[in-house]
């Protein structure tokens, strides 16, 4: 399973930009799928996460703010940022959960993006 993101980019504070992305490769399906970040000299945090459900997670800095969903027929993910502020800096990674082959006995992987930065101008 490749990721690929898209949709990060210099952004003034209060601004609302949206994140993207998509899986591709061999997928039997997809569990998990979510955003994490890292900012320079910290460690990466969960930011948010849906299951295939639509069940969904947020860290507590960004609920109220950000928003994810998922498209399952597409097997892509969106981050909905509003509201941003300078402390929303950070390289943003998309992340996946998926099955390794086409059944619960092979077991899952997590799967990650390459990373996009969102930088926020104050």
């Known amino acids: 399973v490749q990721l690929q993101a898209s949709g990060g980019g210099l952004v003034q504070a209060g601004g609302s930009p949206r994140l993207s992305c998509a899986a591709s490769g061999t997928i039997f399906s997809i569990y998990g799928m979510g955003w994490y970040r890292q900012a320079p000299g910290k460690q990466r945090e969960l930011v948010a996460a849906i299951n295939s459900g639509g069940t969904t997670n947020y860290a507590d800095s960004v609920k109220g703010r950000f928003t994810i969903s998922r498209d399952n027929a597409k097997n892509t993910v969106y981050l909905q940022m509003n509201s941003l502020k300078p402390e929303d800096t950070s390289v943003y990674y998309c992340?996946?959960?998926?099955?390794?082959?086409?059944?619960?006995?092979?077991?899952?992987?997590?799967?990650w993006g390459q990373g996009t930065l969102v930088t926020v101008s104050s």
């Open positions: 992340w996946c959960n998926a099955p390794r082959g086409p059944g619960y006995s092979y077991g899952s992987y997590d799967y």
